[in-house]
Structure formats: C-alpha cells, structure tokens
C-alpha cells in the first residue's frame, strides 16, 4: 500500500487561529474548518461556507452543535481541483 502525503493550508492568520484554539476551542474549529485547504499531489480540497460567517461564531459561543449543522446544511462545499 502506497503512503499519500498530503498538506493542510491555513489562509487566514495564525495567531488568531491559534488564540481562539487555546482560549475558546469551538471558534478555532469554525476558524480552521471555513479556511483550509488539503493539497495532495493530485487533488486540492478547499472547503468553503457560503452563508455569513457570523452566525458560525454566534451559534459557535452559545451551543456549538448549531455551528456544525449551519456549516454542513446550509451552504458548505468542497472545491476540487488541481
């Protein structure tokens, strides 16, 4: 079986990234998830939300579950390319 190396992009700035994952864990997840990309050789994934990102971090600090199912339900999708 052949290893695939692959490699996570970050396009928005690591110091808030890493601020909110240590002071507020759910808005570093929300921060990660709607702003990288895993590039392979032979595929790049980027995962975009098309809805406002505010109401991420709203429903992010009130009851996270929301979060996820605005982010899976309403508008998220991969781009695929190379």
């Known amino acids: 079986m052949a290893k ?5 992009k970050y396009s928005g700035g690591l110091f808030w990234l890493i601020f909110w994952l240590i002071l507020f864990f759910p808005i570093g997840l929300v921060l990660l998830a709607s702003q990288t990309k895993i590039i392979s050789p032979d595929v790049v994934l980027s995962y975009e939300y ?3 990102q505010f ?5 992010a600090v009130l009851f996270f579950p929301v979060t ?5 339900l309403n508008g998220s999708f991969v781009k695929t390319g190379k």
């Open 68 to 72: 996820l199912l605005l982010y899976f």
């Open 55 to 59: 109401w991420l971090y709203f429903w």
């Open 4 to 8: 695939q190396k692959f490699r996570l």
């Open 50 to 52: 098309g809805g406002l």
